[in-house]
């Protein structure tokens, strides 16, 4: 009779370590599918994370190549306005300057003076740059969004 005894705690004994093995490889596999599922989402922000960064990237060189051909553009305007090649006009009454003459309502136009001239294509470029860094945050907006 112990001798069945003996059997039946041995037997007993290895099925509650069997069972207590499976639990814990049902724990280890429900952690591993979970860190892998993890992994997975943390894989796909880096992905996404890059996708956004390239966009940026494509974005500021866009803008960068507006800007340097616009300043290019500028720096030629001033050029030619300083050499006399260009000149800027502004479209004014002129004011008699003799009182006897024949009064004109338009006596032609006045010429800008060179300082004046670099004022105008200052602003000129000014904007210009404006409006390309605004239309490359309104596309990296769009582009952020998707």
């Known amino acids: 009779m112990t001798k069945y005894l003996l ?3 041995g037997v007993l004994a290895i099925l509650l370590a069997g ?24 894989k796909a922000l880096a992905g996404d994370y890059q996708r956004r ?9 866009t803008y960068l190549e507006a800007v340097k051909s616009a300043n290019a553009q500028n ?5 030619d306005i ?8 502004v479209k004014a009454n002129c004011p008699v300057q ?8 338009d006596a032609g136009r006045a010429e800008l003076a ?9 602003l000129r470029a000014g904007i210009e740059r404006k409006e390309a860094l605004i239309r490359s945050l309104q596309q990296y907006i769009k582009e952020a969004t998707k």
């Open 82 to 89: 300083a050499s006399g090649a260009r000149r800027v006009y």
């Open 98 to 105: 003799h009182p006897g003459a024949s009064a004109s309502s």
């Open 114 to 122: 060179p300082a004046d001239g670099q004022t105008v294509s200052d």
């Open 7 to 9: 059997i039946a705690v």
């Open 19 to 42: 069972t207590a093995a499976a639990w814990r490889m049902s724990v280890l596999s429900n952690e591993r599918d979970q860190y892998r599922a993890e992994a997975e989402q943390a």
């Open 75 to 79: 720096d030629q305007l001033r050029a």
């Open 53 to 61: 960064v390239e966009a940026g990237n494509a974005i500021e060189r």
